[in-house]
């Protein structure tokens, strides 16, 4: 049973041009969600997270947004460049402290065509 | 150098070998966690740590042994290895349970 859904396995995207990355959730008690980021041969690396207190956050071309009410969360990078080729994962919890274990999704690979 | 490291990078093992998976992490970080990745399953927790000496089961602990005698190091066992055991198996650290994890590089094992 797959709590956190990524159902676009791969998304091609034109440099300059805005990547929207998504994710679906069947589980109302998670709270907290983290996008992580994946190039071949290296671990994932922590891009950016929000709880469900805000239904959006920035940090610089990225921003996630969240619908709770919807179960999806989105990844927007703006303007995409070559360096965003990579898997992103996006991750739940029901919180961001304690002992809940976070459940990620399958993945979408992303490939910024130069 | 300050980070977290995983050896082997890559590993062949026969099926009913015992094989372990090295895991450093020079931050201090009270939580260690092991994760798989396949194809189609995404990340998923075999294991994690939340202190020296405390470990708890993830999503996937069958055929897993894991140790945290001391805070920096968590090995990951198999008792004995099979073919469904093939997989990238990723060690992370963090300092708060759910918040930025760090990863290492990855193992990739193949049991043949």
């Keep these: ?114 | 150098d300050a980070g977290i490291t995983q050896s082997p990078r890559y590993k062949i093992t026969e099926t009913g070998r015992q094989v372990t998976l090295m895991c450093h992490q020079t931050w201090s970080h009270s939580y260690m966690f092991w994760y798989r990745q396949d194809l189609g399953h995404g990340l998923r927790l075999i294991y994690y740590s939340a202190a020296a000496d405390i470990t708890d089961k993830g999503e996937v602990p069958d055929g897993y042994v894991v140790s945290r005698s001391k805070t920096e190091n968590f090995p990951l066992t198999l008792e004995s290895a099979t073919r469904s055991q093939t997989s990238v198996y990723f060690c992370a650290s963090s300092e708060v349970m759910n918040t930025e994890a760090f990863f290492g590089q990855g193992t990739r094992l193949t049991v043949v």
């Design chain 1, 1 to 114: 049973d797959q709590q956190v859904k990524q159902n676009s396995p791969s998304l091609s995207v034109q440099e300059g041009r805005i990547s929207i990355l998504n994710c679906d959730y069947t589980n109302s008690m998670f709270d907290y969600f983290l996008w992580y980021k994946k190039y071949p041969a290296e671990g994932p690396t922590f891009l950016i997270s929000i709880s469900s207190i805000k239904d959006k956050n920035e940090d610089g071309r990225f921003t996630v947004f969240l619908n709770k009410s919807a179960k999806h969360l989105s990844l927007h990078i703006v303007p995409s460049q070559p360096g965003d080729s990579a898997v992103y994962f996006c991750a739940a919890s029901p919180t961001n402290f304690g002992n809940e274990k976070l459940t990620f999704g399958t993945g979408t690979r992303l490939t910024i065509i130069p």
